[in-house]
């Protein structure tokens, strides 16, 4: 009977320890159950900005410490042009008010009567050069005139002999063939004198445009300017002999008009014509724009950027379009009223231009829009937004992440 006492005693002590473990195992459960409800109140409550998107919208409420910091404004409107074009430009040399200075015979230079960056006027002499071409061309000159006197007296002789033979065949003195071939005497003695005119006459119109006397034949002979304008470039040295006349010596530029130009994307280039009027702005001179007119427009495609070359023509008094100086074109179309917003209203989200447009106090609706070239301080909007819509204008950034 011992042992029954003893393993009845031992089944009471078993259920007792399990009644503790579970009553201990419920106060542990009912512990851990107050701070996990308490919790979120708790964040919620130190939460800055209580903003919940709601389908499209997020409200902001009132309470709420970034209320303070969103801005919100009517949407304006304003005339501006549509179609504008603006690209990036830069200043140019014009082509056509250019030039490379030639010898116009091999020689030893002499004298270098100009230097890098001077100005030289149309027709000054700006090198001097010793050439036994020009020996050559005042020789010819001469060889030319002796030449004419001795065919006028050829020519001289031959009427004399053919009125003498004319006169005799007339009476029957001298056979016909005699007078024959006194005809044709005189027929070549006029042909050989115009000639010699001819010959004449190129050999003094080369050494006027060489610039040289007829007559002497030991002269310097002077390589002007042909054009006038600035020194741009400069490759030769007094005492050089330079026999290829092929190879220009100085480059001299007419700087008083350049040429800016500009890459146009291909999409834009039906907006623009020869003629048109052109806002300039360059990085040099911050604040001011000038004007110039479309003087040429390529008539090839770039087939790696899509884009025309574009050439404006503009004045440059005084020298202060350098060039290679940076900046842009502007080329306005037609004008419209078109819904303005300041840079501050845009917030980028994943690459798209987005605003916040208030449905109602505390409620905005995420909106994509479409802008255009900005304008001063403002962006015109072609689409997404009209005017008179409330629009987040500054804080909108804010939002960006609800």
């Not at 530029?253 to 806002?279: K, Q, T, Y």
Request: hydrophobic share 45%; proline share 7%.
């Amino acid at each position: 009977m011992a042992w029954m006492a003893v393993r009845v005693a031992r089944q009471v002590i078993l259920v007792a320890l399990v009644l503790a473990m579970l009553w201990l195992v419920g106060g542990c459960e009912r512990r851990r159950e107050v701070p996990v409800a308490a919790a979120p109140r708790d964040a919620e409550a130190q939460r800055p900005l209580k903003a919940t998107p709601n389908g499209g919208l997020v409200n902001v409420p009132p309470d709420s410490p970034h209320a303070t910091q969103i801005k919100v404004e009517a949407v304006r409107s304003r005339e501006l042009p549509i179609d504008e074009v603006v690209a990036p430009a830069r200043v140019g040399i014009d082509p056509n008010r250019t030039s490379k200075l030639l010898l116009p015979v091999a020689g030893r230079i002499v004298t270098v009567r100009a230097r890098l960056g001077d100005t030289v006027e149309q027709g000054q002499p700006v090198l001097m050069l010793e050439s036994p071409d020009a020996d050559g061309a005042v020789a010819a000159q001469l060889q030319a005139e002796a030449a004419q006197r001795q065919a006028d007296a050829a020519l001289a002789k031959a009427e004399s002999d053919f009125q003498r033979t004319k006169d005799l065949y007339e009476i029957g003195a001298v056979p016909r063939k005699d007078f024959i071939s006194t005809q044709n005497d005189l027929a070549q003695a006029r042909a050989a004198l115009e000639i010699a005119r001819a010959a004449l006459g190129q050999s003094r119109r080369k050494l006027e445009l060489l610039g040289l006397k007829p007559g002497d034949p030991k002269q310097l002979l002077a390589v002007r300017a042909p054009i006038s304008g600035k020194v741009l470039e400069i490759s030769v040295a007094q005492g050089e002999y330079r026999n290829d006349t092929g190879t220009p010596l100085m480059t001299i530029a007419d700087l008083g008009r350049v040429w800016v130009s500009s890459d146009v994307p291909e999409p834009f280039i039906r907006l623009i014509r020869i003629g048109n009027p052109v806002a300039i702005t360059l990085i040099a001179f911050p604040g001011e724009i000038f004007t110039g007119r479309v003087a040429r427009i390529a008539d090839v495609l770039d087939p790696q950027s899509r884009t025309i070359k574009v050439h404006v023509e503009i004045a440059n008094p005084g020298g202060r379009f350098r060039s290679e100086m940076y900046g842009s074109i502007r080329h306005a179309g037609t004008s419209r009223s078109v819904p303005v917003l300041p840079l501050t209203a845009l917030v980028q989200e994943y690459g798209r231009a987005i605003v916040f447009v208030e449905r109602s106090p505390g409620s905005f609706e995420r909106r994509e829009v479409t802008t255009g070239a900005r304008v001063g301080d403002v962006v015109p909007v072609l689409q997404g937004v009209q005017a008179g819509e409330r629009v987040i204008v500054d804080g909108g950034v804010l939002l960006k992440d609800q």
